[in-house]
């Protein structure tokens, strides 16, 4: 096989053929699903979560991950966190040409264990090929399906006022990791993204505690803006408080250097919980006992419910309080 | 709005929201969906087909259609020549910075049209924006979920030594609709791409006809790769007649003039089907019915079965006959 990827293994023909046998069903086993263009898979539920997103993040490979191991944990996590056991995803490459046939196969190879980590499986994909500067490298969009066992759903329509706010660990660090990345910033090279599958770590706490309203994973836009859209989505205002917020040193650090808002960085393996009062301290305590949430705190609370426009507050350390609204403009593209 | 995308747009703060409102809601009607991650979904059936297909088409516009059109009528196709009835499908925008709010917008609003005719909701989005230079204009990555009617399940391994083969009309316009369309041959102008959903008419088929052992979407690589595809994944030889594959006159001059075989160009609105030999009759007669397989004829037939690599042959009007490969090296790149 050439060691380049050129505009024909695009085509859908003998090099198409080749590639598909050589590297991607090698990595990810499809088997038999590769005879059919939609392949049949067994699916004993009634209810499915279905996703898709695509990554297009720059560089291709960062301290912590590459954008292989991104796109099968953002895609397990849009499912877990909805509530549903992760199942079956597809991949869909777009490759420019002239892209090195080993990074391809890097990417394709942590793609598969991820996903083996993670337990869904990768049952079908597309490769295209652009010319040469018509993409950058390689791009990749997932879809993702998931099943909903029975009692797991979430029921956003309980948020009530005094629901407590909870953060799964430090935010900042995918944000910070991709800059660093970036070979204008080769600098503050320790941080690592957080990139991680999360849905072991969900199923636990569903199965062991009730009272979780909604999780989301706070990803494009950071912490403040996916509360910022709970709270519109769901009707509610909040107030978090700025101390509580769990930042790593380096990470405070490069921020305060790039000037940018911890708040609004991006995170691939975090997650927000609301979750009844009384069942708060065994949420995090389950969150601590884990790798991914070691550092797992009480952020805020839900401060009034059934608000028509819900609002985010944020508390800082001199007493003050200013309201926070969605990432305004650009702060960092392609982080994801 | 801003008239054109830029990076902002795909940041996932302010300005993606304002685009998610504004172009996609409005045109897919998610509603209560984009609350939430993964949506969930009703899905009564044990048995899902699932699918996806990266879209990178050059130009985006094109006589008889556009990216987006052709991006549902590509994966209706996928889940419905698997016997699958299309559901759901989800919708991955990459977009090049300057790309005109409108032209995005109208590929937004075909795609809804296209969906609502063919019945499937598209029911989660994703939007990345990329510097200039970085992507061409516009890429979409689609994903689709079908659902298993009793009783609609196809049987491959009944193929059978004698079985017809039928092919539901002309081959090779979208192939050629692409080439005019791109600047340099501006002149070949009323070949329209026959880019359509199937999934009507396929179902119509299975409703009605017994018997049909498989049917394949001859896209990317055209009638030879797929039917090449076909005879090796399910073990089988088989031979088509050259003359009786239906051809439009002024695609066979467009091929003569270009160098193009129109048995390895891509058609985006066709179907293969093999058909146990006594239905083929009645298979003909439900298509020529039905506006999409108005040209369908009876193209060859199997002529081995449980070979261990199965062949495909072309009967020429010569009396000769010659082996036909996958599509080997390049043809016309950006096709689909």
Known sequence: ???RINLAHGE?????????KEVFEKAFGHGEHTKY?????ECKSEIIAFTTDSYVVKPIFFPGGNIGKLAVTGTVNDLAVSGAVPKYMTAGFIIEEGLSLRYLKEVVDSMAAEAKKAGIRIIAGDTKVVEKGSADQLFINTAGVGILESGQKLHQENIQEGDSIILSGTIGD?????????????????IKSDC???NGLIQELLQKVKGIRVIKDPTRGGLATA?????????????????????RNDVHGACDILGF???????????????????????LQILKKHPLGE?????????????????????TPLGTTRRLQRLSGMLLPRIC
């Open 12 to 20: 859908g023909g003998e090099l198409t053929h080749k590639l598909i």
């Open 37 to 41: 263009d939609a392949p049949m898979l």
């Open 196 to 198: 991680a599958s999360l």
């Open 295 to 315: 550092k797992a705190a009480i952020i805020g609370r839900v401060t009034s419910r059934n608000v028509s426009a819900g609002e985010l507050f944020l508390k």
């Open 227 to 247: 509360l910022v859209e709970l709270c519109e989505d769901f009707h509610f205002t909040s107030e978090i408080l700025e101390e509580s917020i769990p930042i």
């Open 261 to 283: 808002d911890p708040l609004y960085l991006a995170n691939e393996g975090k997650m927000i919980l609301i979750v009844e009062s009384k069942n708060k301290e065994r949420v």
């Open 1 to 3: 096989m050439q060691q």
């Open 174 to 190: 995918h944000g910070i990791a991709i800059v660093s990345a970036r070979e204008e910033l080769g600098l503050i090279s320790d």
